[in-house]
Nanobody, 123 residues
Framework: QVQPVESGGGLVQAGGSLTLSCKVSGHTFSSDTMGWFRQAPGAEREFVAVIRWSGGSLYYADSVKGRFTISRDNAKNTVTLQMNSLKPEDTAVYYC????????????????WGQGTQVTVSS
């Protein structure tokens, strides 16, 4: 069983930065692709960024492109989301998710989910 665990959320002022980490345990060979998603109150869960453990595939939502950076450390089974120039509209619960297979942007294709970490950006 693959188990992602997020950490690093918190409260930050607009323009600030936060780093989210996702540690993946369990059968990591079943988690080819790792994604970050977020869900604001009253909204659907949405794609933020995705990366493959094998490298070479990095994709971002248009809303975060140029501000967020996703990276991976295969030796530590950790995926990181560096968030810069944060805006109040980035406020949400951020989730790390894993799937066995290629890149998908829809959360419905991800099999394993972390518990989420709250990110709050004040104006």
């Amino acid at each position: 069983q693959v188990q992602p665990v997020e950490s690093g959320g918190g409260l930050v002022q607009a323009g600030g930065s936060l780093t989210l980490s996702c540690k993946v345990s369990g059968h990591t060979f079943s988690s080819d692709t790792m994604g970050w998603f977020r869900q604001a109150p009253g909204a659907e869960r949405e794609f933020v960024a995705v990366i493959r453990w094998s490298g070479g595939s990095l994709y971002y939502a248009d809303s975060v492109k140029g501000r967020f950076t996703i990276s991976r450390d295969n030796a530590k089974n950790t995926v990181t989301l560096q968030m810069n120039s944060l805006k109040p509209e980035d406020t949400a619960v951020y989730y790390c998710a894993a799937r066995n297979g290629g890149v998908y942007y829809s959360p419905r294709w991800y099999d394993y989910w972390g518990q989420g970490t709250q990110v709050t950006v004040s104006s």
